[in-house]
């Protein structure tokens, strides 16, 4: 597997390795009798509980280098109390954003691939009452797990016993092989024969409508002059989404989560990432231990042309453009273009500025009504109720 970046001088980040790190195998878990799942908006403190209340660090999830204390403890006399054995699969808001579930929430589901552990029900634990995401019941469903084996729960719940795998992915540190496996079995039960499908593939953000990225029309224009097809993720079944995947050789597309889908590639593709913002900040590392699992060839490429510099991960809009790093990608790989295409895009750079002005204003309005707002917040008794009624006035004031 090959990496070739094509980003300015100051743009660096390490590198990890997945090799360092041994594969797992069906004893690679651990057993709580009378385990309690209990979820908290501290996600560090979101896990499986044992019988006299300390957290199991095992059964926190891990995000780069944290470490956890064994002394975390919490009051679980009051759980409600159900006589399974189940799996524990994780909690928190990440199970339930698709990018953040391919690198994260199915850490541990790889215990599924066991036979051993294959007929238990499995949980999955939410800070609030919410419908589970559509796309973890057809993952699970793909695993073998029917529906009414999936428990969710939103509050403190003692099992007769939880089984807890080990955490497979940490985004930032690692994925190990038996997660490859993992898309494979998933895309074999899910990859459709009757949809159409491409060699090269370029998805894209632009039916996102979410008022965060301008400028990849004219990107997308190059791309699909030399042959790729232009893709909306979100328009398309998951189904699809992984058809499609699982077929390509060459994927494109910014920085994201849609990126992600190259987890159901075969071995001997390509990826190629565009930097849509200008910091150090980026989803590279996760990009490039995705491509280093599944034997794929990844090529970074900076396509910023914001003038407000952004994080990865931010509500500020940005943009990008046909920069001279793309156009020097373009030239090694012979990608066919004329002048027309490298004109400056003057409507999208205007709709860009309209979008960070209607930003900063709304910054700055939700900075004169934060203190109202946490006074009135305070009628709610505990912490999570503090935070409904925040979040519930500040969509009412639409910031």
Same mark, same amino acid.
């Given at each position: 597997?090959?990496?070739?970046?094509?980003?300015?001088d100051n743009?660096t980040?390490?590198?990890?390795?997945n090799t360092?790190?041994?594969?797992?195998? +069906?004893?690679?878990?651990?057993?709580?009798?009378n385990?309690?799942v209990y #979820?908290?908006?501290?996600?560090k403190?979101?896990?499986v509980y044992?019988s006299?209340?300390?957290?199991c660090?095992?059964?926190?999830l891990l995000?780069?280098?944290q470490?956890y204390?064994?002394?975390?403890h =919490?009051?679980?006399s009051?759980a *409600?109390?159900?006589?399974?054995?189940?799996?524990?699969?994780?909690?928190?808001?990440?199970m339930m954003h698709f990018?953040h579930?391919l690198?994260?929430?199915?850490?541990?589901s790889?215990?599924?691939?066991?036979p051993k552990?294959?007929?238990l029900?499995?949980?999955i634990?939410y800070?609030? =009452?919410?419908e589970?995401?559509?796309?973890?019941?057809?993952?699970?469903?793909?695993l073998?797990?029917?529906?009414?084996?999936i428990i969710v729960?939103?509050?403190?719940t003692?099992f007769?016993r939880?089984?807890?795998?080990?955490?497979a992915i940490?985004s930032?540190i690692?994925m190990?092989?038996?997660?490859k496996k993992l898309?494979?079995?998933?895309?074999g039960s899910l990859?459709? =024969?009757k949809y159409?499908t491409y060699?090269?593939?370029?998805l +894209? @953000?632009?039916?996102?409508?979410d008022?965060r990225?301008f400028?990849?029309?004219?990107?997308?224009s190059?791309?699909?002059k030399n042959g790729?097809? #232009?893709?909306y993720p979100?328009?398309?079944?998951?189904?699809q989404?992984?058809?499609?995947a699982?077929?390509c050789?060459d994927?494109a597309g910014?920085?994201? +989560?849609a990126?992600?889908?190259?987890?159901?590639?075969k071995p001997?593709? @390509?990826?190629?990432?565009? *930097? @849509?913002?200008?910091?150090? +900040?980026?989803?590279?590392?996760?990009? *490039?231990?995705?491509?280093?699992?599944?034997?794929?060839?990844?090529?970074?490429?900076y396509?910023s042309?914001?003038?407000?510099s952004?994080e990865?991960?931010?509500?500020?809009?940005?943009?990008v453009?046909v920069t001279?790093?793309?156009?020097?990608?373009?030239?090694?790989?012979?990608?066919?273009?004329?002048e027309?295409d490298l =004109?400056?895009?003057?409507?999208?750079?205007?709709?860009?500025k309209?979008?960070?002005?209607?930003?900063k204003?709304r910054?700055?309005?939700?900075? #004169?009504?934060?203190?109202?707002?946490r006074l009135?917040?305070l009628?709610?008794?505990?912490?999570?109720g503090? @935070?409904i009624?925040?979040?519930y006035l500040?969509?009412?004031f639409n910031?």
């Amino acid at each position: 597997m090959s990496f070739t970046s094509y980003v300015p001088d100051n743009i660096t980040f390490k590198a990890q390795n997945n090799t360092e790190y041994k594969d797992l195998n +069906s004893d690679d878990v651990i057993s709580v009798d009378n385990g309690t799942v209990y #979820i908290v908006d501290n996600y560090k403190e979101s896990g499986v509980y044992d019988s006299n209340g300390f957290l199991c660090p095992e059964s926190v999830l891990l995000r780069g280098e944290q470490s956890y204390s064994e002394t975390v403890h =919490k009051n679980i006399s009051d759980a *409600k109390f159900i006589d399974e054995t189940v799996l524990y699969l994780g909690s928190g808001y990440l199970m339930m954003h698709f990018g953040h579930f391919l690198v994260e929430g199915i850490a541990r589901s790889w215990a599924l691939l066991c036979p051993k552990y294959k007929k238990l029900k499995v949980v999955i634990a939410y800070a609030e =009452k919410h419908e589970l995401p559509g796309f973890i019941r057809q993952f699970l469903n793909a695993l073998g797990v029917d529906d009414e084996n999936i428990i969710v729960v939103c509050e403190k719940t003692k099992f007769h016993r939880v089984i807890i795998p080990s955490q497979a992915i940490n985004s930032n540190i690692y994925m190990m092989p038996i997660i490859k496996k993992l898309f494979d079995c998933i895309a074999g039960s899910l990859v459709d =024969k009757k949809y159409e499908t491409y060699d090269k593939i370029y998805l +894209s @953000r632009g039916a996102m409508n979410d008022g965060r990225t301008f400028g990849e029309k004219q990107i997308e224009s190059i791309f699909k002059k030399n042959g790729y097809e #232009i893709i909306y993720p979100e328009k398309l079944p998951l189904n699809q989404q992984i058809t499609l995947a699982v077929n390509c050789k060459d994927m494109a597309g910014t920085a994201g +989560s849609a990126l992600h889908l190259a987890l159901f590639m075969k071995p001997g593709g @390509r990826v190629i990432q565009i *930097k @849509r913002n200008s910091t150090n +900040s980026d989803n590279i590392n996760t990009q *490039k231990l995705i491509c280093d699992l599944c034997g794929l060839d990844l090529v970074w490429v900076y396509g910023s042309i914001e003038t407000v510099s952004t994080e990865h991960f931010t509500q500020v809009p940005q943009i990008v453009g046909v920069t001279p790093h793309l156009i020097k990608f373009f030239d090694d790989n012979n990608f066919k273009y004329d002048e027309s295409d490298l =004109k400056i895009d003057e409507s999208e750079i205007a709709r860009y500025k309209k979008q960070l002005h209607k930003y900063k204003t709304r910054k700055l309005f939700k900075k #004169i009504v934060n203190v109202p707002v946490r006074l009135v917040s305070l009628i709610g008794i505990t912490k999570h109720g503090r @935070r409904i009624i925040r979040e519930y006035l500040y969509k009412k004031f639409n910031v």
